[in-house]
């Protein structure tokens, strides 16, 4: 059977002595006798006795932890950024609590106000993609609390923001898909009030306007997962003068696309080729394997960790930083 967690009463009710000399032993004060400290510390380790860091925290207004808001743990992008997070948080000495708000703007408002009744150090966010109210985001920084965006951001709150280079990245895509012969791109992407759909809508339109391909609004669809994918891709193969190429704002979409495309008996890549977007492992499981742009997720957590440890140790003050954080091609099966 599993041992209560013991208090200091606990400790000095076992000893005969006061709450406050336990305290005072256990922080080695000098007017404490040895004798007595040996007792508390013997009796401490032997039921292993944990402070209450929580309790602690709230009576010194501050504490080393930092909040972290995702909306999704289990998609490999959102795992590499916690991992980069951590390490940086941990070099410094800081706990990391994370949220999951599952794309939920209730549930992110609720992540937000715990964070904030938790009174942690300061909070890293990364909208759902169904935010589009920011007062909870606000009310973080009113209540003291320093804020970094990472991936996607508010635009609309001042703070610092860590972002891949979407446009970029999206561009160099769609580009690619061109150069090797795809003239009739479709892209499919996240809701457009998102910062990452405009980036990546605005680098995927641009590169067809250089090479001077018309942008067809049936071929741009809201479209983020694979089960959607699945869903919408025959409806867009079934168009008159369907697409030869597919770009996609992640690489669970593509996935969903290259499923699809298998069921219609298209060639992948000679008939459809198909770019993603992230470089997780799902690209590498797929068969053919995704070209897909990488976005260096564990890079732009620690990134985002680095700004907001710098915020909380008073390093920065009074300016804010946009870091981009840059993005390269991955050339794989899907595509010529």
């Avoid at 895509?173 to 759909?197: M, N």
């Amino acid at each position: 059977m599993k041992k209560p967690q013991i208090t200091i009463k606990d400790i000095g009710r076992a000893l005969n002595i006061s709450p406050s000399t336990v305290s005072r032993a256990l922080k080695n004060h000098p007017d404490i006798s040895q004798s007595t400290k040996d007792a508390v510390n013997k009796y401490a380790k032997e039921f292993n006795y944990k402070p209450n860091t929580l309790a602690l925290s709230l009576r010194m207004s501050k504490n080393n932890t930092i909040g972290v808001i995702v909306p999704e743990i289990v998609h490999y992008f959102f795992s590499s950024i916690l991992s980069g997070i951590e390490q940086i948080a941990n070099e410094q000495g800081f706990n990391v609590i994370i949220c999951q708000s599952s794309e939920n703007y209730e549930k992110e408002v609720r992540n937000a106000e715990a964070l904030i009744a938790t009174r942690v150090s300061g909070v890293l966010a990364c909208l759902s993609k169904n935010t589009t109210n920011y007062d909870h985001f606000q009310e973080i920084i009113d209540s003291d609390i320093p804020l970094v965006f990472f991936d996607r951001i508010c635009i609309g709150i001042n703070t610092d923001r860590v972002v891949v280079d979407d446009y970029a990245g999206a561009y160099a895509a769609v580009e690619y898909l061109i150069q090797t012969g795809c003239k009739r791109i479709a892209f499919y992407s996240s809701p457009f009030h998102l910062e990452i759909s405009k980036n990546r809508k605005n680098g995927y339109m641009d590169a067809l306007r250089k090479y001077n391909l018309p942008v067809d609004d049936l071929l741009i669809r809201v479209c983020d997962t694979r089960e959607e994918a699945i869903i919408i891709t025959p409806e867009i193969l079934d168009l008159p003068n369907r697409p030869d190429g597919f770009f996609a704002i992640n690489d669970h979409c593509a996935a969903g696309i290259l499923y699809a495309v298998k069921l219609a008996k298209l060639r992948i890549p000679q008939d459809v080729a198909i770019f993603g977007f992230s470089d997780g492992e799902l690209a590498k499981a797929c068969d053919p394997m995704l070209s897909t742009v990488e976005q260096h997720g564990y890079e732009m957590g620690k990134n985002a960790a680095g700004l907001l440890l710098s915020k909380i140790n008073g390093e920065t003050q009074g300016q804010y930083t946009n870091k981009i954080v840059k993005t390269n091609l991955i050339i794989r099966g899907t595509t010529r």
